[in-house]
């Protein structure tokens, strides 16, 4: 079985500031790892998958992530927040084989001004 | 081409009564999810179908909850008799097989009086 946890409901960064979310797995095999990002009164869009291809995985809209299996973490990065990253993030694990994606409770990120 | 859409975008209902809700996926999908986000909370697996068959229904909160696929298309989750624990965000994904990225539609938001 797979699980997600996500450190931090809530993230508030300013305007040009670094983001970090944070995602720790557990899975019994090696995992499929998700970002999610969640608009106002949208569905869930894929930010960038890691499928044991590289470590470090790039997506849309300049978001990051790098894969540690040490630390069995996945956390989600931007060098410099922008007012439109404001949404609600989740991460999301399977085991590749499985038809279904276990998320994390989800991260509420702010942006300053 | 369209994406994942889902209909009604709300329905608010009175305890005790039926509800249908509806899911048109990517065309060409063969496998396709439901999950449910509860406010505050992430999203759980309800079940999913490759074709129109549903494998594996233990996601299913209770025997109140039913869902059909016809064919390769169109989806209905059903809930009978709801309860005010219902309430919650229905999520619809479709991806071209099992194991792929999935792909999410806006979501069906049921409140239940």
């Known amino acids: 079985a797979q699980s997600v946890t996500q450190l931090g409901s809530h993230v508030s960064v300013s305007e040009g500031a670094l983001v970090l979310l944070r995602c720790n797995y557990s899975?019994?095999?090696?995992?499929?790892l998700f970002w999610y990002v969640q608009y106002p009164n949208q569905g869930l869009q894929l930010l960038l998958k890691?499928?044991?291809?590289?470590?470090l995985v790039k997506g849309i809209n300049g978001f990051e992530a790098e894969f540690k299996k040490s630390e069995t973490s996945f956390h989600l990065t931007k060098p410099s927040a922008h007012m439109s990253d404001a949404a609600e993030y989740f991460c999301?694990?399977?085991?590749?084989?499985?038809?279904?994606?276990?998320f994390g409770a989800g991260t509420t990120v702010t942006v300053r001004a | 081409g369209a994406g994942v859409s889902q209909s009604p975008s709300n329905k608010v209902t009175e305890k005790g009564k039926d509800v249908e809700l509806r899911c048109d996926p990517i065309?060409?999908?063969?496998?396709l999810y439901w999950y449910r986000q509860r406010l505050g909370q992430g999203l759980e697996f309800l079940i999913y179908f490759q074709g129109n068959s549903a494998p594996d229904k233990s996601g299913l909160p209770s025997d109140r909850f039913s869902a059909e696929r016809t064919g390769e298309s169109v989806s209905t989750l059903t809930i009978q008799r709801t309860q005010q624990e219902d309430s919650a965000v229905y999520l619809c994904?479709?991806?071209?097989?099992?194991?792929?990225?999935?792909?999410f539609g806006p979501g069906t938001r049921l409140t239940v009086l």
């Open positions: 994904a479709s991806s071209p097989r099992l194991a792929n990225t999935q792909y």
């Open positions: 899975s019994s095999v090696p995992p499929y």
């Open positions: 065309s060409g999908h063969t496998a």
């Open positions: 890691y499928t044991s291809a590289a470590t």
């Open positions: 999301a694990v399977s085991d590749g084989n499985d038809y279904k994606l276990s």
